[in-house]
C-alpha cells in the first residue's frame, strides 16, 4: 500500500467559506482503511457531497485486499437528522459497516468529529488524522459556513503527544458509540422516528446554519406527458413498456414518479453500474422516505426492502433469482435497457412476473430499439430524443467537429466481428504523433473542462503524461482515472469541478451513471462505432449549468467502414452515392442534423470524402449490409435489428439460405455453426418463413420458451395457459388475432384449450408434403420437439428460437399495422 497521508494541508484548523472541511473529508475517505463518524445530525444535502466516495472505497475494498472498516454514528436530538439520509445510510449494508443511532431522549448531543486511519491488510499502522469540530454533516456546514474544525495527526513514535491524543480521540468515539443509548440503525426505527419527529419545531431552535429548505419534487414537463402515456399503457393492458429518454432528462426520476403512480409496494430497479444504482437509491429515497431501501449486489444481499437496487451482473444469477417469489416485486425497472439481451438481464426478464415492468433508454432511433423493443412486447410507450431536450433547454447545445485522424490506417488495423483487435489498437495509439494531434486540435477547440475517453489502460496512462508534457508552464494538468489509478473516480471528478485539473482521461468509467454538469468539452480519441456508446458519451457533456453555453465535442475519425456509422447517426449529406441502404433506413427517426438553434455540425473535407468514396464501393450484398449495420451497433445485429433497419431478409435467404446459415457462415463459433446446420430446417421452415396467417406459432413458441419446455415439455394444458398471457402481453396482436367470441375464453378454460389445439398446436403436430415429420409431437398430452436436443445444446437453441420468434412478431406486426 502506498504510503500516502490522509490530509491535504499543513494547517490543522479548517474554517469554511474558501477553506471548507470538504475537500479534506473526501481526500481521506478516498485513502483510509477505517473510517468513523460521529456528528449530532446529518442531512441529505451534506451526506450526497460525501456519499459517493463513501460507495466507492467500500466497493474498492471488495476489489483489492484492503478491506474498509467504517462506523457513523448520529442521533435523533432536535428531530433534525433527515430520514432520507438514514434510509441512504442504511442502504451502505456491508460487511463491516456499522451503522448507529444516539438516542438522545431530550438530552443534549454535540458531537462532530471524523477520524480516518490508513493501514495494510496485517493491519499495520500507517496514518491517521481526526478532525473534530463544529461541523454536522449538511451542505451549509461543510462547504460556505463559517465552522472551524482541528486536525489531530497521528506521529511517531507512540508515546509521543500527537498520538496519544489520537489515540484518546479513538477511545472516546469507541466509548459513546458503545454508549447504551447508541442503538443500531434498522428500517423500523427509522419508521418510528418518521412518525414522531417534530420538524418544523425542532428547526426553529437551532440556528440558521442547519436550515435547509424542504425540497418538493415534481415531474417536468416532458415526465408529465411520460407518466401519462405510461398510464395509459397500463390500461390498455400492457404489462411492459419501453421509455426512450434523452441522456440527461431525468429517466430515473421518471421511473420513481411513475412508480409512486402505480403505488407500488414493491419495487425494484436494476442496472449494471454501482454509481447508477447510487444514484437511483438517492432519487427514490427522497421520494419515499418512508419506504426501506437497500442494495442487492457483490456485497450486500437485501431482501427484505421495499425498494431495491440490484446489480444486474448479481441478480441475474439463477440461484439468487430463486430467493425471491416470482411476483415478489409489482413494479420493476430495467435501466440502461439496451443491454438487456444479455444473458443476465435475459434471466432477470423471464424470471419475475411484476405488474408492470418499464425498461428505459436513451437510445435515440426507433432502428437501434429494434431488438430490445420485442423484449417490451413491441410497446414503445414514450420517446423523447436530444432534439427535444436540447430545444426544451433541458439540455444544453453541442458544437460537433468530426476530425480526420491521419496518424494511422485504421484498415490494417484487425477487425473482428464488429470490433478492431484491442490489443494492436493499444499499439497503434500510443504514439507521439497522434497524441500531439490530438493536442493540437483539443487546444484550438477545448472549453474549460475536458472529459476524454480513451481505449484501455495503457492509452489512458499516456495520454495524460503527453498532455502533461505539452502543458509545461501553461499552467494546466491532466490526469487519467481507471480502476486501477491511485486517483478515485469521486475524487478525479471533484477536481475536474473545480479546475484544478483541465482534462480527465478514462476508460469506460464515465461512459453511463456520471453527472458533472460543468463539463463542457468531450474529447473522443477511440474508435466507437455503437452510436449508443457514441450517445452516451456525448451525453456527459449535455448537462446545462451555470456560464455553460454549449459543449464542444471533438471526435477524431479515420480510414474505416466503422466510422461510417457516424455518418448514418448525424445524417450528413453526402453527394455521388449509390442509392442504397446506409444513411436511409427506413423509419430512421431523430438525426442529430434535426437539432435546432444552438447546435453545429463541422465535419473535414477528409471525412467527406472518405464516406463518399466508402459508399461509391458498396455492392449491396447482404454481407455488406450486414457488416454495415454490425458496426454501427457495436455488437452482432439479430434478424429484427436487421429488418427494421429495412434490410431484406429474403435477400438474405437467396444468397445464404437462411438468416442463421447467413450468421453462422461468419460466426467463429463452432458450436453456432454445429447447432444451425442440424436444425437449419426447423429455423427456416418452422419459423422463420413459416405461415403468415396470423400471430399463433411464434406466441406458442414463446410461451414454450417461458415454460422451458425444450427442457421440460410441459402438458397441452400448461402450454395452452401460458399461451393465452403471451398472447395477452401482446395487446396489439390479442385484438387483432384473437376473434371477438374467443375473447371471453379464459386461460385455463376447456374452450381456450380446444381453439388452441385446432391452431398452432396442431400445425405444428401435423407432417407437411415432402418432410419427413412434423416439428413437434404429442405423447401422453404432453408438447415435445420430434428430434432429440442435446442438454447442452438447449441455450443456445432457446436463444435462436427466440430471436426469430422476434422477428417474426415484429414483422407481423409491421404488415398488419401497414
Known amino acids: 500500500m502506498p504510503n500516502t497521508q490522509l490530509n491535504l494541508k499543513e494547517n490543522i484548523l479548517t474554517t469554511g467559506g474558501d477553506d471548507p472541511l470538504l475537500d ?208 395509459e399503457s397500463r390500461s390498455n393492458g400492457y404489462t411492459r413498456g ?63 426492502k421495499q425498494m431495491l437496487f440490484a446489480s444486474v451482473q448479481t441478480l441475474g444469477k439463477e440461484h439468487h433469482l430463486a430467493t425471491f417469489d416470482k411476483d415478489h416485486f409489482d413494479y420493476i425497472v430495467i435501466d440502461e435497457f439496451h443491454h438487456a439481451r444479455a444473458q443476465n438481464y435475459l434471466n432477470i426478464l423471464q424470471y419475475f412476473e411484476p405488474k408492470f415492468l418499464l425498461g428505459l433508454t436513451a437510445t435515440p432511433e426507433r432502428t437501434d430499439q429494434a431488438d430490445i423493443l420485442s423484449l417490451c412486447n413491441n410497446n414503445l410507450v414514450f420517446e423523447r430524443n436530444l432534439v427535444h431536450g436540447i430545444n426544451q433547454g433541458i439540455l444544453a447545445p453541442f458544437h460537433y467537429y468530426g476530425i480526420w485522424d491521419d496518424t494511422l490506417d485504421y484498415q490494417e488495423i484487425p477487425w473482428r466481428n464488429g470490433k478492431f483487435d484491442p490489443n494492436a489498437l493499444d499499439a497503434e495509439f500510443a504514439t507521439t504523433r497522434r497524441a500531439q494531434h490530438i493536442f493540437k486540435h483539443w487546444e484550438i477547440h477545448q472549453q474549460s473542462k475536458t472529459l476524454a475517453f480513451c481505449i484501455s489502460v495503457k492509452h489512458c496512462d499516456y495520454m495524460a503524461e503527453q498532455f502533461n508534457k505539452a502543458f509545461n508552464g501553461k499552467g494546466y494538468k491532466a490526469v487519467s482515472v481507471h480502476s486501477q489509478s491511485e486517483i478515485r473516480r469521486n475524487e478525479a471528478l471533484t477536481m475536474l469541478g473545480k479546475g484544478e485539473i483541465q482534462i480527465l482521461f478514462s476508460v469506460d468509467l464515465f461512459n453511463e451513471g456520471t453527472d458533472l454538469p460543468s463539463i463542457d468539452t468531450i474529447l473522443m480519441i ?142 467463429d463459433s463452432k458450436e453456432l455453426k454445429s447447432l444451425v446446420s442440424r436444425w437449419k430446417t426447423f429455423f427456416l421452415t418452422d419459423i422463420q418463413e413459416t405461415s403468415r396467417q396470423k400471430s399463433y406459432k411464434p406466441i406458442l413458441l414463446e410461451a414454450l420458451i417461458e415454460l422451458d419446455g425444450f427442457r421440460n415439455p410441459p402438458t397441452l394444458d400448461a402450454l395452452a395457459e401460458k399461451s393465452w398471457h403471451v398472447l395477452k402481453s401482446y395487446p396489439r396482436l390479442y385484438d387483432l388475432d384473437l376473434p371477438e367470441e374467443k375473447k371471453e375464453y379464459l386461460p385455463s378454460d376447456k374452450k381456450w384449450l380446444n381453439y388452441w389445439k385446432g391452431n398452432p398446436i396442431k400445425a405444428y403436430t401435423t407432417k407437411n408434403t415432402g418432410v419427413p415429420f412434423a416439428p413437434f409431437k404429442i405423447e401422453d398430452n404432453v408438447f415435445k420437439l420430434s428430434q432429440d436436443l442435446e442438454e447442452n445444446d438447449i441455450l443456445n437453441f432457446q436463444k435462436l428460437v427466440k430471436e426469430l420468434i422476434d422477428y417474426r412478431l415484429a414483422e407481423y406486426t409491421h404488415k398488419k399495422l401497414n
Not at 91 to 113: D, M, Q, W, Y
Request: one cysteine or more; a neutral charge; hydrophobic letters at 40%.
Open 24 to 231: 479534506q473529508l473526501l481526500y481521506a475517505i478516498n485513502h483510509a482503511t477505517e473510517i468513523d463518524i460521529a456528528v449530532s445530525f446529518i442531512q441529505s444535502s451534506g451526506l450526497q457531497l460525501i456519499l459517493p466516495a463513501i460507495q466507492e472505497a467500500i466497493e474498492r475494498s471488495h476489489s483489492n485486499a484492503y478491506p474498509l472498516k467504517l462506523r457513523v454514528l448520529t442521533s435523533d436530538y432536535l428531530g433534525i437528522t433527515d430520514p432520507v439520509a438514514l434510509r441512504a445510510l442504511m442502504a451502505l449494508s456491508a460487511p463491516n459497516v456499522e451503522l448507529r443511532i444516539f438516542e438522545s431522549n431530550n438530552h443534549s448531543f454535540h458531537i462532530k468529529s471524523y477520524i480516518f486511519v490508513r493501514s495494510d491488510k496485517e493491519n499495520t499502522f500507517y496514518h491517521g488524522s481526526a478532525f473534530v469540530g463544529s461541523n454536522n454533516i449538511s451542505r451549509a456546514a461543510l462547504t460556505n459556513a463559517h465552522e472551524w474544525c482541528i486536525r489531530f495527526d497521528h506521529k511517531e513514535p507512540q508515546s509521543s503527544f500527537e498520538a496519544t491524543q489520537f489515540q484518546l480521540i479513538r477511545k472516546e468515539f469507541d466509548k459513546i458509540f458503545s454508549h447504551q443509548n447508541s442503538i443500531d440503525l434498522s428500517d423500523s426505527w427509522i419508521d418510528s422516528y418518521i412518525a414522531r419527529r417534530q420538524l418544523p419545531k425542532a428547526i426553529s431552535l437551532v440556528s440558521d446554519a442547519v436550515k435547509e429548505p424542504e425540497e418538493t419534487y415534481t415531474p417536468n414537463n416532458v415526465q408529465m406527458e411520460a407518466l401519462e402515456a405510461l398510464q
Open 242 to 304: 419501453l421509455v426512450v429518454l434523452g441522456t440527461g432528462m431525468g429517466k430515473t426520476w421518471l421511473s420513481a414518479f411513475d412508480a409512486m403512480q402505480l403505488d407500488a409496494k414493491r419495487t425494484l430497479f436494476v442496472a449494471h453500474r454501482e454509481e447508477i444504482l447510487t444514484q437511483a437509491l438517492n432519487t427514490y429515497t427522497k421520494l419515499w422516505p418512508q419506504k426501506s431501501a437497500g442494495y442487492f449486489n457483490s456485497f450486500s444481499k437485501a431482501t427484505d
Open 526 to 667: 477511440r474508435p466507437t462505432q455503437s452510436n449508443i456508446i457514441f450517445l452516451q458519451q456525448l451525453g456527459r457533456g449535455l448537462r446545462t449549468s451555470p456560464n455553460k453555453s454549449h459543449v464542444v465535442v471533438l471526435d477524431f475519425l479515420g480510414n474505416h467502414k466503422s466510422f461510417l456509422s457516424r455518418n448514418d447517426l448525424l445524417q450528413i449529406p453526402l453527394t455521388g452515392t449509390n442509392n442504397n441502404a446506409i444513411g436511409e433506413e427506413k423509419g430512421h427517426y431523430g438525426s442529430l442534423t434535426e437539432l435546432g438553434e444552438g447546435c453545429h455540425i463541422n465535419i473535414d473535407p477528409e471525412v467527406i470524402n472518405f464516406w463518399t468514396e466508402l459508399k461509391k464501393r458498396f455492392k449491396n450484398t447482404a454481407r455488406e449490409e450486414f457488416e454495415m449495420l454490425e458496426a454501427r451497433l457495436g455488437h452482432r445485429p439479430t434478424a429484427t435489428e436487421f429488418f427494421h433497419h429495412g434490410y431484406d431478409l429474403k435477400k438474405v435467404n437467396k444468397q445464404h439460405g437462411s438468416w442463421l446459415e447467413f450468421v453462422s457462415l461468419y460466426s
